[in-house]
């Protein structure tokens, strides 16, 4: 089975990590090997951030290699031009356009949103049931309920 | 318990740490090396901050000598600042066992330079280990104390910013040990290195290199991947998973103990494929090794010296492609936050045209626009020195515009000595020095130090040092504690006011960061 190539860009600040920290943990639990790559200190500073998951059999650079990212999500929409060229020409893009933002319960869930929203086009796990609870695991609980349902905001977006 | 699990490399060295029993874990944050401390504290090990890395690794060696296990962690340019006690300590040893980790940071995401550590493991004459993932990471930690204890022998473990953050699945396969009880023999002529003991033990060390690389050619570190003898490839760390997605058909040699070389081994596996290319982050250095033992592999091109390797430039070495790489799309530039308390005091910076040598820390952004208020920044402390030597030869008008400006982790890391090198040689314009003292480590994610307070888990209470106290103590004549942020003009009048006079004048500014300020938050509510 080939490497499925996935990056999430954004700004310091915005949640990046958080949401490539669940991708990579119910990528795990679903029986994939897993790899997660990210950049860390002084780049962090407000600045660009992006962070990367790849995902299959047996995975080996944890840096997608460039051209070959198979879904990109950005948080903010500046950092689409500074990411894009490492999509696949059939690679799937969530940008928050693509998700209901008036929906959003608090800004800095935008993050969750999105994941639901790429949840969606990742068929390789079908299990929502999965994803909550890793969703609600990454959340201390007061801030649980509010992650859990933005993200099933973001999922059901995409269905169509 | 259920150990197959998601984890970055530093956690695993924590975790492998905790196994081990390492009785104490000492280091001085730095990025990509700052979560390994705070993940064996969480484990239940005991950690602490250290000032700086050299007290770091006198501590560590301390504990080792002492019959017990330590691991001491920093970024590359952290072994340069502890360097000293690692050339010594490497010829007399330690009875326990000693691991040092050096974080390095190609391509410099967070860094002032990219040097290359594994040049220290030749320099010093210290066995390393280069892990390439989170497992080998866990796996090298274990292998590392095993080593030590049977050689008496300190052992780098070399990592890079990718084995440090990314995160891998890998099994956490040992059960704790507890750590060791200390015991003390006397063994002075192995461990005071006057020159008779000195020059006995340089030949020791060499006949123990020599042993090593002996049982290095043996393969125990060692991971072969059969295929094409057309192309052969030797690769250390990250550079190995990345040739495993650019070149799957090629037969593959990575070495994990990457000091001494397995020169044998790798002798023969040369000759056993028509063409052979050495893969490394950083420096040539496997290349130089290899070929100074008169083995035929091939380097990779210069302009892959510079920078983090990728999957696309191993491909790119490979093809021995030195066309120019494509530029990558300029992201967002890193900045001081908004509300930090840095911002005013290098706006003042700015309006007085004052000369700034700068040092390490978030503050450095003060280099950045709107503020453009550094000029220069070279390590941990330079700051203060730095500046006195600009107003020693600067004429009288440029150097009253200079001032020194450093944070105050920086501050006790090594920029007290600075003062001290004032107090004792001032420039006959005098010196001001301003420590932007945002009560925190703040770059590397918000650590304690010894003005804060507190011990490394952020609750225990320590003895909080004084910044004001200590240069009083000095000898500096002015010391004044301001808010910036808050008195902003009273700042640039103050500032001033210093600049005209001769005497060495130190200002604290004094208002804590707003990150830090909302953790500490957190952590008294024990979230």
């Known amino acids: 089975m080939n490497t499925t190539n996935i990056i999430v860009a954004g700004l310091g600040g915005q949640g990046v990590l958080k949401v490539t920290d669940i991708l990579a943990e119910v990528l795990f639990r679903a029986g994939y090997d897993v790899k997660k790559s990210e950049v860390h200190g002084m780049s962090q500073r407000g600045g660009s951030?992006?962070?990367?998951?790849?995902?299959?059999?047996?995975?080996?650079?944890?840096?997608?290699?460039?051209?070959?990212?198979?879904?990109?999500?950005?948080?903010?929409?500046s950092q689409l031009e500074v990411v894009l060229g490492n999509v696949r020409k059939d690679g799937a893009v969530?940008?928050?356009?693509?998700?209901?933002?008036?929906?959003?319960?608090h800004p800095k869930a935008l993050n969750t949103m999105i994941l639901g929203a790429m949840a969606a086009k990742l068929p390789q796990v079908k299990d929502e049931a999965l994803w909550i609870e890793v969703v609600g695991e990454a959340f201390p609980e007061k801030l649980r309920d509010l992650n859990i349902e933005m993200f099933k905001v973001g999922f059901a977006s995409q269905q169509r | 318990m259920s150990d197959r699990m998601l984890a970055s490399g530093n956690e695993a060295i924590a975790m492998a740490a905790f196994d081990c029993g390492v009785n104490l874990g000492a280091g001085y944050p730095g990025t990509p090396s700052s979560e390994i401390l705070d993940e064996f504290n969480r484990l239940g090990g005991r950690a602490e901050w250290a000032p700086n890395e050299k007290c770091a690794l006198e501590v560590g060696i301390g504990v080792a000598e002492g019959g017990g296990r330590s691991i001491v962690t920093m970024k590359h340019v952290g072994l340069n600042v502890a360097a000293d006690p690692l050339f010594t300590i490497a010829y007399s040893g330690t009875a326990g066992g000693l691991v040092i980790v050096s974080a390095d940071d190609p391509g410099m995401a967070s860094s002032q330079n990219e040097q290359d550590n594994r040049r220290y493991a030749y320099a010093a004459g210290v066995p390393m280990f280069e892990p390439t993932d989170t497992q080998e990471c866990y796996d090298y930690t274990i292998a590392a104390f095993e080593l030590a204890d049977r050689f008496r022998s300190p052992v780098l473990l070399r990592l890079t910013t990718r084995v440090c953050h990314s995160k891998c699945v890998f099994v956490r396969s040992h059960a704790a040990?507890?750590?060791?009880?200390?015991?003390?023999?006397?063994?002075?002529?192995?461990?005071?290195?006057?020159?008779?003991?000195?020059?006995?033990?340089?030949?020791?060390?060499?006949?123990?290199?020599?042993?090593?690389?002996?049982?290095?050619?043996?393969?125990?570190y060692t991971l072969e991947v059969a295929g094409s003898k057309e192309l052969g490839v030797i690769a250390s760390g990250i550079a190995f998973q990345h040739v495993r997605d650019a070149a799957p058909e090629a037969s593959i040699f990575k070495p994990g103990m990457t000091h001494p070389l397995p020169v044998e081994a790798i002798r023969s596996f040369a000759a056993s494929v028509k063409r052979c290319v050495v893969v490394e982050e950083g420096d040539p250095v496997m290349y130089e090794a290899l070929r100074v033992a008169g083995i035929a592999v091939e380097n990779k091109p210069e302009m892959y010296r510079f920078g983090e390797l990728n999957v696309a430039r191993v491909r790119r070495i490979l093809a021995g492609d030195v066309s120019?790489?494509?530029?990558?799309?300029?992201?967002?530039?890193?900045?001081?936050?908004?509300?930090?308390?840095?911002?005013?005091?290098?706006?003042?910076?700015?309006?007085?045209?004052?000369?700034?040598?700068?040092?390490?820390?978030?503050?450095?952004?003060?280099?950045?626009?709107?503020?453009?208020?550094?000029?220069?920044?070279v390590c941990m402390g330079a700051s203060i020195t730095v500046g006195v030597g600009l107003r020693k030869v600067l004429p009288e008008a440029d150097a009253r515009r200079v001032v020194s400006v450093i944070g105050d982790s920086t501050f006790w890391h090594s920029g007290v000595n600075g003062l001290v090198e004032l107090v004792y040689n001032p420039?006959?314009?005098?010196?001001?020095?301003?420590?932007?003292?945002?009560?925190?480590?703040?770059?590397?994610?918000?650590?304690?130090?010894?003005?804060?307070?507190?011990?490394?888990?952020?609750?225990?209470?320590?003895?909080?040092?004084?910044?004001?106290?200590?240069?009083?103590?000095?000898?500096?004549?002015?010391?004044?504690?301001i808010d910036t942020t808050a008195e902003?003009?009273?700042?640039?009048?103050?500032?001033?006011?210093?600049?005209?006079?001769?005497?060495?004048?130190?200002?604290?500014?004094?208002?804590?960061c707003i990150i830090a300020l909302a953790k500490s938050k957190q952590y008294a509510k024990g979230e």
């Open chain 2, 324 to 377: 120019p790489e494509p530029a990558p799309v300029p992201g967002k530039p890193p900045q001081l936050c908004p509300g930090c308390p840095h911002r005013k005091s290098f706006e003042a910076l700015r309006d007085l045209n004052c000369i700034v040598a700068g040092d390490i820390g978030c503050y450095t952004l003060g280099v950045m626009p709107p503020f453009s208020a550094m000029d220069i920044s």
């Open chain 1, 94 to 105: 969530v940008t928050p356009d693509d998700v209901p933002t008036d929906k959003l319960a």
């Open chain 2, 488 to 512: 902003n003009e009273r700042f640039k009048e103050l500032l001033r006011e210093r600049l005209a006079s001769n005497d060495c004048s130190l200002i604290i500014a004094r208002r804590p």
């Open chain 1, 49 to 77: 951030v992006s962070s990367e998951v790849r995902f299959g059999e047996n995975v080996a650079s944890p840096m997608v290699p460039a051209g070959e990212c198979d879904l990109l999500a950005v948080l903010d929409i």
């Open chain 2, 177 to 220: 040990t507890a750590p060791r009880t200390g015991s003390y023999t006397k063994d002075s002529g192995a461990n005071v290195m006057v020159p008779a003991n000195a020059r006995k033990a340089h030949r020791r060390l060499r006949a123990d290199l020599h042993a090593m690389q002996q049982e290095n050619e043996k393969g125990a």
């Open chain 2, 427 to 481: 420039p006959a314009t005098g010196h001001v020095v301003i420590v932007l003292d945002n009560s925190t480590t703040a770059m590397t994610g918000m650590q304690e130090h010894p003005g804060t307070g507190r011990k490394l888990d952020h609750v225990t209470p320590a003895t909080r040092l004084s910044i004001e106290k200590t240069a009083a103590g000095i000898g500096i004549k002015n010391i004044d504690i």
